[in-house]
């Protein structure tokens, strides 16, 4: 025993083992305090400190970035977007947008501090995306109440609705969403569409009564969604009355090429199902993505015709949805995919008829008297013109009514040699 304290005695006298002890047990009191810091922080992270990501896929995305571009200017790294719009008087302009670049930003919003981080990871993509990168933004703030990121996230939807305020949008499929295409478009009247009598009405009024009672088709056990189909000639219409449709309705348009190269059973699917909301589904040229059940499987795409007929009004099929197919060849048109509960209406938009004719003229030159508009429309022959080749022709002669009617039989003449 004595000799086990005589040992114990010379190795705490000896200098080199009493700085070795003393330097293990600082380091062993930097790591305790090191990992109770972590555990501090941790602990004041998830207690005062509220984060939400948003990722790129969400419509809030890209209001937020619009918000902190408008509202936030102590950011100095910055993503510039630069466009035109086209004006009234028909001139351009040069419009630069700043949106957050990649990377970290502090604001403060209502006397609370916010951090923002924009990511981009190129090697993770969003399914279905065809490379689509990925993007997100994750939003920090000091507290412990919430509300102050709502009312932020409320402001930025107004400010992206105040831009739209009267325009109607366009958005175009990308990857497995929806997005903006181009500028907002003012809004077309629905009398700048020249149709035959009481059909712009008739639509018109059918797509009010459907967005109107929502409970009828629920109680009746009714699938609550509205098909339409316009057929005819080029230049008849069709897509003008659905952008005019659109905006006298304050609704947005989903554009969707079933054409579109490598388009999947599935994304086509998730996009009738995701679709933004008040807005109307647009599928142009229907024909020309499937001539017949044979051939879907030449088609550069991998839909199959299956696959349309269930994204249509299959089980999964989306509720309150507004769908528009147009046309120029319904004779091509498999009958399964126009049958009832698919295509509820059907709408036949033929060459100019005499009605139409003296409208156009009439639209296009309010000053010219009643005999001009009738000789006009009678050296026409009724069903032998669209409404956009007779716009075309107005349109080399829109200050002289007399002049119009002079060239007519020059205008048909040469026509009737191209065809």
Not at 175 to 203: C, Q, T
Not at 232 to 248: R, T, V
Not at 348 to 368: D, V
Request: with cysteine.
């Amino acid at each position: 025993m004595s000799t086990l304290s005589s040992l114990v005695s010379s190795l705490s006298s000896n200098p080199y083992f009493g700085a070795g002890f003393g330097l293990i047990g600082l380091g062993t009191g930097l790591a305790a305090a090191r990992r109770g810091t972590q555990l501090g922080a941790q602990y004041l992270k998830k207690k005062y400190l509220v984060s939400i990501e948003i990722p790129h896929t969400d419509p809030s995305y890209y209001w937020f970035l619009n918000w902190m571009g408008h509202r936030v200017k102590t950011t100095q790294q910055l993503s510039l977007k630069t466009s035109f719009i086209r004006l009234d008087n028909g001139a351009v302009k040069t419009k630069f947008d700043f949106f957050p670049s990649i990377g970290n930003h502090f604001f403060k919003y209502n006397n609370t501090w916010i951090q923002v981080e924009r990511a981009r990871d190129k090697q993770t993509s969003s399914s279905s995306s065809n490379g689509t990168i990925w993007e997100s933004v994750n939003v920090k703030m000091l507290g412990q109440n919430k509300k102050t990121l709502c009312n932020l996230l409320e402001e930025a939807r107004e400010l992206a609705l105040k831009s739209e305020e009267g325009k109607t949008v366009i958005f175009t499929s990308f990857g497995p969403e929806w997005r903006p295409f181009g500028f907002p478009r003012r809004r077309r009247p629905i009398k700048s569409v020249i149709l035959p009598s009481g059909v712009a009405n008739a639509i018109l009024n059918d797509v009010k009564e459907f967005s109107n009672n929502s409970d009828w088709y629920v109680h009746r056990g009714i699938p609550y969604r509205r098909g339409y189909l316009l057929y005819g000639p080029p230049g008849c219409g069709k897509s003008s009355f659905i952008q005019a449709l659109a905006g006298e309705l304050q609704l947005n348009i989903c554009l969707l090429n079933l054409s579109e190269r490598g388009l999947t059973n599935d994304r086509l699917n998730h996009l009738l199902t995701v679709a933004p909301e008040r807005s109307v589904i647009l599928l142009e040229d229907v024909d020309a993505a499937f001539r017949s059940r044979e051939s879907n499987t030449e088609s550069s795409n991998t839909i199959t015709f299956s696959g349309l007929l269930n994204a249509l009004d299959g089980i999964v099929a989306a509720e309150g949805r507004i769908l528009f197919m147009t046309t120029n060849h319904p004779e091509r048109l498999d009958p399964a995919l126009i049958r009832p509960g698919r295509i509820d209406i059907q709408v036949g938009l033929p060459q100019a008829q005499t009605e139409q004719i003296e409208e156009l003229f009439r639209k296009f030159y309010p000053e010219a008297t009643e005999a001009q508009v009738k000789r006009f429309a009678s050296l026409i022959p009724n069903n032998s013109l669209s409404m956009a080749q007779l716009q075309g022709f107005l349109l080399l002669h829109k200050d002289a009514p007399h002049k119009a009617i002079e060239k007519t039989t020059e205008f048909l003449t040469a026509v009737n040699k191209h065809t």
